[in-house]
């Protein structure tokens, strides 16, 4: 263990199957020595991949990183249907598949891209009524589960072997995997199932760049945990830079509204309410906001308007 201290940063963690994200989480805890570590969204046990882990003033950042788009790779088989939506579940349902083309699916996919409505599956981490839902499902309980809405940019067959085929998604926060799997084998009329999904992107963090739970631990161990950690700032990279000038520094660090004249920079394609980065003249990190205008309306409004309204507030340090 290394010695106590804050550690402060995020850590991109390729996290094996059979680890729960909350495992991955107290394995971070005893090699760092610290309480304040959290992960930003959970993966499922049988799911591997991308699991950002913040670590110190980074556990602040979590809700933002959790927000971001993200990419799977995953493996549906078709004609099996289970109680999990997964491969751990008890069959509920077989039925042939031999019938299912590509052309098919293809046809089927189309209609899972763009907002979709799907139904928190019984054995998640959803909470209702103030319990978990996998809480639930292990005693038995069976309740309602309201639909949500989700993005899903893109999604798109990689090889079709069936019964099992492989797809590749491009989605928004809040997407599971194994309900748009069950989605699409009851469109097909053949059932379906979540057999294996990889993680491979999460915001800025890819699977290529991660560490294993075993070399994060080598290097821990080596006296190599700093390195590791990716500053708050860089975390927070997929997000627009809107740049500030010098003299409303202040104004920013106190959280106040920030006027379109001290605005030296507003990217193009913001829309109203887009969450951006707050940089400062030097480029470092003041504050996240919430744009409050579009891109196409900046040039021309009045410079007193207020431009951007900060959620998070930094110390220009970050």
Same mark, same amino acid.
């Given at each position: ?200 992107? @999460?915001?800025? /963090?890819?699977?290529? *760049?991660?560490?294993?739970? +075993?070399?994060?631990?080598? =290097? !821990?161990?080596? #006296? ?70 579009? @891109?196409?309306? /900046?040039?021309?409004? *009045?410079?007193?308007?207020? +431009?951007?309204?900060?959620? =998070? !507030?930094?110390? #220009?340090?970050?």
């Amino acid at each position: 263990m290394t010695n106590r201290r804050e550690w402060n940063g995020v850590i991109n963690v390729n996290k094996s199957a059979g680890m729960t994200s909350h495992d991955v989480v107290d394995v971070v805890r005893g090699l760092y020595g610290m309480r304040r570590v959290g992960h930003t969204g959970t993966l499922d046990p049988r799911g591997t991949g991308v699991l950002p882990i913040c670590l110190g003033r980074a556990t602040k950042i979590a809700q933002y990183l959790m927000a971001a788009d993200k990419e799977y790779a995953l493996t549906m088989r078709l004609g099996v249907t289970t109680d999990t939506l997964d491969a751990d579940g008890k069959v509920v349902a077989e039925k042939d598949w031999s019938g299912v083309t590509r052309e098919q699916l293809e046809a089927a996919l189309v209609r899972f891209r763009g907002e979709v409505q799907q139904i928190p599956p019984l054995f998640s981490a959803k909470k209702v009524q103030g319990e978990r839902l996998y809480r639930l499902a292990r005693k038995g309980q069976v309740v309602e589960r309201a639909p949500v809405t989700v993005m899903i940019y893109e999604v798109k067959c990689t090889a079709f072997e069936p019964p099992e085929v492989d797809l590749w998604v491009r989605c928004g926060k809040g997407m599971y995997a194994r309900t748009l799997c069950d989605d699409i084998g009851r469109d097909l009329s053949c059932g379906a199932h979540l057999a294996r999904l990889t993680r491979t992107r @999460s915001g800025r /963090f890819e699977v290529k *760049d991660a560490l294993t739970v +075993a070399e994060l631990t080598e =290097r !821990v161990q080596g #006296g190599r945990g700093e390195e590791v950690l990716i500053p708050i700032a860089e975390a927070l990279a997929h997000l627009p830079a809107v740049r500030v000038a010098p003299e409303a520094t202040a104004a920013v660090l106190h959280g106040g509204a920030i006027a379109a004249a001290a605005v030296v920079a507003f990217p193009p394609d913001i829309g109203k309410g887009t969450l951006v980065r707050v940089l400062g003249f030097r480029r470092q990190l003041l504050a996240l906001a919430r744009a409050a205008m579009d @891109s196409a309306d /900046f040039a021309t409004t *009045d410079p007193r308007r207020s +431009a951007l309204t900060p959620v =998070r !507030v930094f110390s #220009g340090a970050a």
